[in-house]
Nanobody
Framework: QVQLVESGGGLVQPGGSLRLSCAAS????????MGWYRQAPGKQRELVAV???????NYADSVKGRFTISRDNAKNTVYLQMNSLKPEDIAVYYC??????????????WGQGTQVTVSS
């Protein structure tokens, strides 16, 4: 079994910052990439940022220059530093990992989500 546990969401004022963390645990043999998605009310889930094992990153245009994704391979943990937050960033943020687990196949795993609210 693989688990992704997220932390760090909450309420912040516009222009503020939050840091999300996601730790993967369980029977993990290899992680190809980890990332963050978000889903706002009434909208589809969308990619926010992803980082590969070797550190290559990709960001949604809407967060470039404001969000930074990083990872600690030794801890199987991914982080999302979110700066200059805007009301349009309000969403549930989900951690994602594409990895090889006990099933001996590569597949996606998801965290249960953490709420980010931006409001004055």
């Amino acid at each position: 079994q693989v688990q992704l546990v997220e932390s760090g969401g909450g309420l912040v004022q516009p222009g503020g910052s939050l840091r999300l963390s996601c730790a993967a645990s369980g029977s993990i043999f290899s992680i190809v990439y980890m990332g963050w998605y978000r889903q706002a009310p009434g909208k589809q889930r969308e990619l926010v940022a992803v980082i590969t094992y070797d550190g290559s990153t990709n960001y949604a245009d809407s967060v470039k220059g404001r969000f930074t994704i990083s990872r600690d391979n030794a801890k199987n943990t991914v982080y999302l530093q979110m700066n200059s937050l805007k009301p349009e960033d309000i969403a549930v943020y989900y951690c994602n990992a594409h990895l090889l687990g006990a099933t001996k196949t590569f597949r996606d795993y998801w965290g249960q989500g953490t709420q980010v609210t931006v409001s004055s």
